[in-house]
């Protein structure tokens, strides 16, 4: 028989490409539910972008979570406990400016 292999914390990301109409609560339920989120907020405008950020800073902190700044716009939120597998540290590694 075939083991199968546990997911890693980059199998669970959740890529978003934000859009003005984003609702910023599922995104929170998402993070607080354990999936590791890469926002892009290239379509979005600065001072909407600039307050989702923020809120979801909260929420990472709550649930003891770290974010990356992966390009200018760009970001990823997840769990320290996302981080031990190494995936999510490897890919940020690889594309981070």
């Known amino acids: 028989m075939f083991k ?10 959740e890529f978003i490409l934000c859009e003005p109409d984003i609702d910023v609560f ?7 539910k354990g999936k ?3 926002l892009n907020f290239e ?11 923020t809120f979801l800073s909260g ?3 709550a649930i003891d979570g770290e974010i990356e ?4 716009q760009i970001f990823l939120f997840a769990t320290k406990q996302d981080y ?8 940020v590694n690889e594309y981070k400016e």
Do not use: C, H, M, W
């Open 43 to 53: 379509n979005q405008n600065e001072i909407e972008s600039n307050k989702i950020i």
């Open 26 to 32: 599922k995104l929170a339920d998402k993070l607080l």
């Open 84 to 91: 031990k597998d190494g995936s999510l540290r490897k890919f």
């Open 59 to 61: 929420i990472t902190y």
């Open 69 to 72: 700044v992966i390009k200018e």
């Open 4 to 13: 199968k292999r546990k997911k890693t914390a980059f199998d669970r990301i």
């Open 36 to 38: 590791p989120l890469i």
